[in-house]
């Protein structure tokens, strides 16, 4: 069947470009899977910080803001972002962190501030008082409903005409005169335009399709859920996080939500979590917070896909018709709906001032070309 773009990979990235493109282009997402989402969309973290990644992931995420905030009719029923705000904590010898931290932040969140030990523990009771010594707020932060967000992006692709196809084990795709044929089990389908938002697997299949690898590198974050101090009401703690990135909390349904922050290296696969890393993570919250954590209740590992830049890949290749949407690294639901706007005016030919032209130029995969 002939489709004016074809999406690959139906998790966060793919859904929202579909969703966006699908208002006047014939669509067709594609997904290996049975349940779009199943692989780092389904597992994210789920916080949304202004203050999070390089300058480029910044400017993405203060663009997505209005959408998450006022999202188009019929999108959801429920709110998409919730209050929270985030903490950033350093030991004594972490302490000239502190300023540099706030520094970065404030271009983005006008009310960061820092904060004392004292303020800290008003705060976060459970927390050490000889491992914290100071640290930085961010009262923007909130969480994210992920799958309020996901199935609003697929029901409304849907909804404007969009074909979705799970369990889609696709065959090598092929360049032809008149643009790309695609084919798997049971179907088949031709576009003039690819779009590649494959995740961990983007480099796999641009080279199954004749397309130049970029150097995308998946990388495992492992996070688990533990019982929080007993006889402590989490729910409304911050998210904590250690300034320099080693570990990171957040209350979950009246339990805490751990991770040691973990950048391992992967190939692309089904992420499982190491022991190992559940213990260093353990360890590190156990030094900080006052708990005992003594069984794990759940536990689980996603792939983040990072660019050798850390920059996403967004826009067409050297090969005609392919289009990159990949190395959104743990970034990708918190700069969706930017990302989404901008990749869909590119295909289209169309010009955005959405962010500025540099974001855009940055997220160019020319610049991998030799």
Sequence with gaps: MDYDV????AGMAGASVAFELATDRRVLLLERETHPGYHTTGRSAAVYLKSY???????LTAASEAFFRRPPEGFTETALLHP??????ARADQAHRVHEELAAMRPFVHDARALTQDEILAMVPS?????VAGGVLDPQAEDMDVH???????TGFKRRGGTLQTDTDLHAPRRTHTGWSIEWAGGAARAPVLVNAAGAWADMFASSAGVRPVGLQPKRRTAFIVDG??????MHWPVVSDIDEQFYFRPDGGRLFCSPADETPSEPCDAQPEEIDIAIAADRVMKALDVEIRTIRRSWAGLRTFAPDRTPVVGFDAVQGFFWLAGQGGYGIQTAPAMA????????GEANDLVARSVVEAMSPARFRP
Excluded at 341 to 348: C, D, E, H, M, P
Aim: hydrophobic fraction near 55%; glycine fraction near 10%.
């Design 6 to 9: 074809v999406v690959v990979g």
């Design 53 to 59: 990644g390089n300058g480029v992931i910044r400017a």
């Design 84 to 89: 929270r705000t985030a903490l950033l904590i």
């Design 127 to 131: 927390l050490r008082r000889d491992y």
């Design 148 to 154: 309020a967000i996901l199935q609003g992006y697929l």
């Design 229 to 234: 101090p007993p006889d402590v009401d989490v």
């Design 341 to 348: 706007v901008l990749a869909a005016a590119s295909i289209r």
